[in-house]
């Protein structure tokens, strides 16, 4: 039964598009992260937030925008679309702060055309 | 920032051998680890979470060995079976607030 829900599996999106991709925890976590695995690079860390605050923003792009409307909710909408951001994106969940285990969701496949 | 080499980047053992991933760090002030296992279309399963204060941790048909001298952590899969195939990765929190470095995978395939 799966704690950590990621909507949907699999997305293919055209070239300049916009997506949302969700994700939702029942771990009664206070902390949510967004990372990103592709072919080119190793698993990436991109945002992390607390009590749906944005706590640190890896992601060099703004065109990646989390949005938190609950807080064991923390979607990432991503604007113009590039072949490039084609990777699976996890999200994951933790108790706030250090020595805290990071629980991961199984992924969203984005793949853009 | 916190830096993570793994590897090997491919192992393939036969069943019942033993199949030892290791990775370096470089921030000697990490003082706590991950190793998680991801299957195919999965998501990452957490395998361990290992302390610098424990240089020997045992799992489920895995140990932990943990080298703060070398900054070396190392993951041995004893009597491996073909359910262990999987990519393992290791992560180190790097900076921020709960930000893990992870390395960049092991696949491993264990063969009957």
């Known amino acids: 039964d799966p704690k950590i829900i990621q909507k949907p599996k699999y997305l293919v999106a055209v070239t300049g598009s916009e997506k949302i991709l969700i994700c939702e925890q029942y771990l009664g976590h206070n902390a949510m992260y967004w990372y990103r695995q592709s072919a080119k690079k190793p698993l990436e860390f991109m945002f992390s937030y607390s009590y749906q605050k944005l706590m640190d923003n890896q992601t060099a792009s703004s065109r990646f925008q989390p949005q938190s409307s609950k807080k064991n909710h923390l979607d990432l909408q991503i604007t113009a679309l590039k072949p490039d951001d084609s990777a699976t994106y996890f999200c994951?969940?933790?108790?706030?702060?250090?020595?805290?285990?990071?629980?991961f969701g199984k992924g969203t496949r984005l793949t853009v055309v | 920032g916190e830096q993570v080499e793994q590897r090997p980047p491919h192992l393939s053992v036969r069943e019942g051998d033993s199949a030892v991933i290791i990775c370096t760090y470089t921030d000697p002030n990490s003082y706590y680890f991950f190793w998680y296992k991801q299957e195919p279309g999965a998501g990452l399963q957490l395998l361990m979470k290992v302390f610098s204060s424990t240089e020997i941790n045992e799992g489920q048909g895995f140990t932990v060995l943990l080298n703060k001298k070398d900054k070396q952590l190392s993951l041995n899969l004893t009597a491996a079976h073909p359910g262990d195939s999987a990519v393992y990765f290791c992560?180190?929190?790097?900076?921020?607030?709960?930000?893990?470095?992870f390395g960049a995978g092991t696949r491993l395939a264990v063969c009957p």
């Open positions: 994951a969940s933790s108790q706030e702060g250090g020595l805290t285990e990071v629980f």
């Open positions: 992560a180190a929190p790097s900076g921020s607030f709960n930000k893990l470095t």
